[in-house]
């Protein structure tokens, strides 16, 4: 294990080897970043979405893949031109891991792929304990998946972060105010295998309890995409307030509970989740 990797592993208070887990994929999605930055790639693309939230701003729960987002529309973006700055840097903080490009089923602006590894092998360079490593099934793999939209919609506005480890390097991402319009837009539209998926309502509670203004423009953008919106319309507060509501009333919380409740610790932070609940709380947006 290198020093580097030593000192990022400190930061968490591991118990077992679900915490060890976590863990790895956390420090594997930064040495990833710090790959991505060392080879340009936030010349052209932010990182957004709730990993953005849990390195950069402290989000309390775990999230599990990487979204970027062009910064202007180019149709002949290739993703996997970075594979190789992505694949060194890894190989350089000691993980055996590969990157592979998803195969596309049907035409999409948003390019995937997968950094992907066995289990115990990742674990054995972190952490060479074999109680842990006895908690983790034979032939278990790591798959850390990573998309771009290389279509983005208008509107987004940008900042840059730094992060230290494992050597210092630069991330260009979305605002605070564009990330919450992001995250509104997968509220109110995002389905996920015929569930809700209870993490976007967990991402809206830690965003309102920020007080954090939504970048309205960007929003409508995203919404005008999604074809939820018309664009000879201006969205306002007010009217996204009464979506939202609507949109509440539609959600199963108790499904929505079993969704979030494997990447967070506390789950007395879920209790009152309820459409009344939600509807309270965004009254004040």
Known sequence: MTSAIKSMLERYDCKNSEDYKNALKEIIQEVALCGLSR??????????????????????????????????????????????????????????????????????????AFIKGEMIIQLLKIVPNEPVIAGVQSGEQIKIKFEIDTNPPDFATFETKYALLPIPFAVKMYDESSLFAGKLHAVLCRAWKNRVKGRDFYDLVWYLSRKTKPNLPHLQKRLEQSEKWNPDETLTLPILNEMLCARFKEIDFEDAKKDVRPFIKDERKIELWSADFFTAIVSGM
């Open 39 to 112: 080879g340009n790639f936030f010349k052209h693309a932010a990182f957004y979405g709730g990993t953005a939230l849990r390195i950069f701003y402290g989000l309390d729960r775990f999230s599990e893949d990487m979204d970027f987002s062009l910064c202007t529309p180019d149709n002949d973006f290739e993703l996997s031109s970075y594979f190789s700055f992505l694949e060194e840097e890894l190989s350089a903080a000691g993980f055996s891991l590969t990157v592979e490009q998803k195969t596309k089923t049907k035409e999409s602006a948003v390019q995937s």
